[in-house]
């Protein structure tokens, strides 16, 4: 019985860690506001619709004091959210589960080192229909950076 836990406790935690891969990442020259309005229009301009964009960098800048830290982790931080139904009902049908995934997040990120840089990316997913989600991702912040 020790055995099977052991391996059901294993699986998870590799199972957790496939989840948990290194996001994609690109940096450019091009300023936090410019990279944000472009994909905006890259979003858009398929059809999808922008569900929220949060903005973690103004909360933990707001917060940072209150918490006992005087560190600042980004100059500025936003992730923009979406969920395009045709993809999103096709990842699904295929496995249901899929929905932890939804909606889809790019962020937009400036670090204090290197304020002339902004970054921008999103996660990586497991092997199998989420690939075409990931594969979307990677378009929409390729053109944004002019690789596309």
Known sequence: MKAILTATILAAFLAAKA?????V???TSQSFEDVAFELEAAITDRGLVIDSVSHPGEMLERTRADLGS???????ADIYSFCPAALSRKVMEI???NIRFCPYGIFVLQYPQSPEKT??????????????VEALLDSIVREVVGLD
Request: glycine share 6%.
């Open 19 to 23: 989840v948990a891969a290194a996001p």
């Open 119 to 132: 970054t921008i990316g999103y996660n990586t997913y497991p092997e199998g229909p989420m690939k075409e």
């Open 70 to 76: 005087d560190k600042t982790i980004f100059l500025k």
């Open 95 to 97: 496995d249901p589960l």
């Open 25 to 27: 990442t690109y940096t």
